[in-house]
């Protein structure tokens, strides 16, 4: 792997961050993941092949020998034209991996190789409470937008989402 396909993700071992390939040799990781509760790996796979090596909607994963560390990805935000330019984002961090940079070293890399596709907004939606996933998403530059109170069910339960967005028109 070369450099523009990895870097560091600042943990005290080496630890890649590395664009996924669509097939992600292992998808399961992702089903057994508790971000990404999909209801069926076939849901997994269309998801990861949503993504593609060029262009504005990526993936990377970071990895520390076969585990998964976590993984962030640009999506398109909306079918219709105009919001062509603004990408939604997505990131998951395992919690053993916490506070080792991995969250940062994602975004960073993800950031940095979708910065030449004219994109003008990132936004994600946070389901709340996640404070740590806050924190990390102001510490890259997003900025709250507002909460959604109640709007979505997650385990039976209703849970309420900051939506929060990136300026990456370039300077």
Known sequence: MDKSEALEAGTQSTNVVKPCDGALDNPACFAQSAAVRLAALGAVSAWIGSFSRSGPHRLFVATEEERLLGF????QYRSHPAFRKT????IYVDP???????????YENLFKEISGEG???AVVGIALPNEASVRLHRKVGFTDVGTFAE???KN????SSVWMQRDLTPI
Not at 87 to 90: G, L, R, Y
Request: hydrophobic letters at 40%; charged letters at 10%; one cysteine or more.
């Open 72 to 75: 962030a990805g640009s999506q």
């Open 87 to 90: 990408i939604e984002t997505s």
């Open 151 to 153: 709007y979505a069910i």
């Open 119 to 121: 994109l003008h907004r």
């Open 96 to 106: 053993e991996a916490l506070g080792h940079g991995v969250g940062s070293a994602l």
């Open 156 to 159: 039976g339960c209703y849970v």
